[in-house]
């Protein structure tokens, strides 16, 4: 794909959503950290919800860690997984107000270093709630890059290489969330609507679909 056609398909999404955010719910960089984490292979419907509960009760590192593993999994077992993450979220609580002052640290490795925080984690952590120029890929931004041809590549390193390259610098902050949107609700994965595709002109996906 060359430069000007993906010009055009970042500039015409954020003609259609100039302020993407993340429809995870949160309201510091601490509840976002805690959001991403439970929300690894579980949506961000059942994510809010349960974080509409815990919230309100225990939204700092040492409040958290006070419930312990027990009484965490009261608040998140809707949430698949939830065993293993809670023990990851009390064990990351217990590192943020030993080594972090209960802060959410800033950079890519500290963050990474923490119990159930991924490459992908850190970097939704570092773009969302500290605007750094980075690109989480996840199975949407994957597939939307690839069947595109916005930024092909073999894994999701690779795409996250190419779209830090290849995605117009005005654009590259709020990339992540318009990719994301529009692998989730157009360009799905059993099936994408490229008949109500705001880049299908653009889209060099060959095997296009006449759904809305």
Not at 162 to 167: D, F, G, Q, S, T
Request: aromatic share 6%; glycine share 4%; hydrophobic share 40%.
């Amino acid at each position: 794909m060359n430069a000007a056609k993906r010009l055009e398909i970042f500039r015409r999404f954020h003609e259609d959503n100039p302020e993407p955010k993340t429809e995870l719910a949160y309201s510091s960089a601490f509840e976002l950290l805690i959001a991403v984490i439970l929300s690894a292979q579980a949506t961000d419907v059942s994510v809010n919800k349960a974080m509409a509960k815990l919230f309100p009760v225990a939204n700092t590192p040492e409040a958290i860690y006070a419930l312990g593993v027990e009484g965490l999994s009261q608040y998140i077992k809707t949430i698949g997984l939830y065993n293993s993450k809670a023990k990851n979220v009390i064990e990351t609580c217990r590192l943020l107000i030993e080594r972090h002052g209960s802060q959410v640290p800033q950079t890519r490795e500290e963050l990474e270093a923490l119990p159930g925080v991924g490459r992908k984690t850190a970097n939704v952590v570092l773009n969302t709630a500290f605007r750094q120029l980075t690109m989480a890929v996840d199975t949407h931004i994957f597939r939307v890059s690839n069947r595109t041809g916005i930024a092909p590549g073999k894994n999701v390193v690779e795409v996250e290489k190419n779209l830090m390259k290849h995605v117009p610098k005005p654009y590259l902050l709020d990339a992540h969330h318009w990719l994301i949107l529009h692998g989730r609700y157009v360009c799905q994965a059993r099936k994408p609507r490229c008949g109500s595709c705001r880049i299908e002109d653009l889209c060099e996906f060959k095997q296009k679909t006449s759904d809305d």
